[in-house]
């Protein structure tokens, strides 16, 4: 199956060159190419992007400004000309930042960083393994091309994320290739109870339960109508 593009740019060459990479790797299909991050937005409404690759500078919204505003973000390359805006894009977690003007091995290498993300799980999954030998249970969790080991005591809360998943701990956040299923038959339900179909939460991290929602440190999460039995029983056995 193709990776699916989206390119966003304000600069016809930069576009152009974009498209004609993109044309000439079989795996990837460009679906559209605009010149503002505020078209971009109604095209995510519309079509399922698997890779977005995003100039910076741009009028009315810039490049990281529309990032941060996406809840459910595909796969994002930075394509810039500014490499003081390097450190704010790796913080939000994109695959790569391309200077330009970059050419077709820098281009291809990056790609396949995202091929490197897209393969299947059961290949991103090194190991989710907790050593109960141990006081302080662990997993590894696989990103990119980096094996993360996480203490279970420092993960808040797991959010999915389309395929992947989003692991927030008490200091970073990590993006995996899994399903939440995979997550929740691995992680134990009294730990690590399955709350809302796009939350998984660490039970001993919750700082309050007010209505439908439970707090995280800032963070409020819903509590699914689906979920809400099973996690009022979980409490009560507490």
């Known amino acids: 199956m193709k990776i699916k593009c989206l390119i966003i740019d304000d600069e016809p060459l930069a576009q152009r060159i974009l498209e004609r990479y993109i044309q000439d790797v079989s795996s990837l299909e460009m679906v559209q190419k605009c010149n503002n991050a505020l078209d971009a937005i109604e095209i995510l409404k519309e079509q399922k992007i698997d890779l977005i690759f995003l100039d910076i500078n741009m009028p009315k919204l810039t490049?990281?400004?529309?990032?941060r505003s996406l809840k459910h973000p595909p796969l994002v390359i930075v394509t810039t000309a500014y490499a003081e805006f390097a450190i704010q894009g790796y913080e939000l977690n994109v695959v790569d930042y391309l200077?330009?003007?970059?050419?077709?091995a820098r281009f291809l290498k990056a790609i396949q960083k995202v091929h490197d993300l897209l393969k299947p799980r059961e290949h991103s999954l090194t190991g989710i393994t907790s050593d109960t030998s141990r006081e302080d249970q662990y997993i590894f969790i696989k990103s990119s091309k980096k094996t993360y080991c996480i203490s279970l005591n420092d993960i808040l809360y797991i959010e999915a994320l389309g395929d992947y998943v989003k692991i927030y701990t008490t200091d970073r956040m990590i993006v995996s290739y899994h399903s939440m299923k995979n997550l929740e038959n691995l992680l134990s339900p009294k730990q690590f109870p399955r709350i809302h179909k796009s939350f998984i939460v660490s039970l001993s991290k919750i700082e309050l339960i007010e209505g439908n929602q439970v707090k995280l440190r800032d963070?409020?999460?819903p509590i699914g109508t689906i979920y809400k039995s099973e996690f009022e029983k979980l409490i009560r056995m507490i």
């Open 63 to 67: 490049g990281l400004e529309f990032l």
């Open 99 to 104: 200077m330009k003007p970059f050419g077709m």
């Open 219 to 221: 963070r409020y999460i």
